[in-house]
């Protein structure tokens, strides 16, 4: 059973849009990040977030946590090439246990 | 980054061929994990340690074990490789704060024939 879904699973836009990776589950987490994966190496935690309705900025990018912390959201303003890759979400049911991971989000910006 | 190495990177081995695994970290960090990655299962835990000698299992673990005798070196061992099991391998480590944040290693891709 996946309890993280990751929507939309691969994503393709021109360089200079703006989109949105959706995180969404029926559980509650404690915390939740997001990674961004390029070919041949692993993950490389771009945020954490832990209070519900917390919003995080990076840059160009937005993370939001979910009221509920249910959901959270990855908004991406302009995007560049360099943004293409793998984005994952992954959640912490409590401290210092596992993190279940969505199957991921595939993005490609196209210069 | 955080100083966390693999070894091997790549590996071709047969089945029923035993295979080790060495995720080796210069952080000190209490928590280590075996991840496989597959197209369309995203990362699946195998194992994770909690402490030197402390391990336990994850959702994929049939087919895997592993030793932590040390705080730096975590060890997966296929005992007796599976085609099921060509995979790409990463291990992670984690402070186990209660963000529970992970650091991930650079990966192993081991294909079994």
Known sequence: TQLLEQSPQFLSIQEGENLTVY????????????YRQEPGEGPVLLVTVVTGGEVKKLKRLTFQ??????????????????????????????????????????????? | DAGITQSPRHKVTETGTPVTLRCHQTENHRYMYWYRQDPGHGLRLIHYSYG??????????DGYSVSRSKTEDFLLTLES?????????????STGTRSAEQYFGPGTRLTVT
Do not use: M
């Open chain 1, 65 to 111: 946590f979910g009221d509920a912390r249910k959901d959270s959201s990855l908004h991406i303003t302009a995007a560049q090439p360099g943004d293409t890759g793998l984005y994952l979400c992954a959640g912490a049911r409590t401290s210092g246990s596992r993190l279940t991971f969505g199957e991921g989000t595939q993005l490609t910006v196209n210069p």
């Open chain 1, 23 to 34: 995180c969404n589950s029926s559980s509650v987490f404690s915390s939740l990040q997001w």
């Open chain 2, 81 to 93: 490789a599976t085609s099921s099991q060509t995979s790409v391998y990463f291990c992670a480590i």
């Open chain 2, 52 to 61: 030197v000698k402390d391990t336990d299992k994850g959702e994929v673990s």
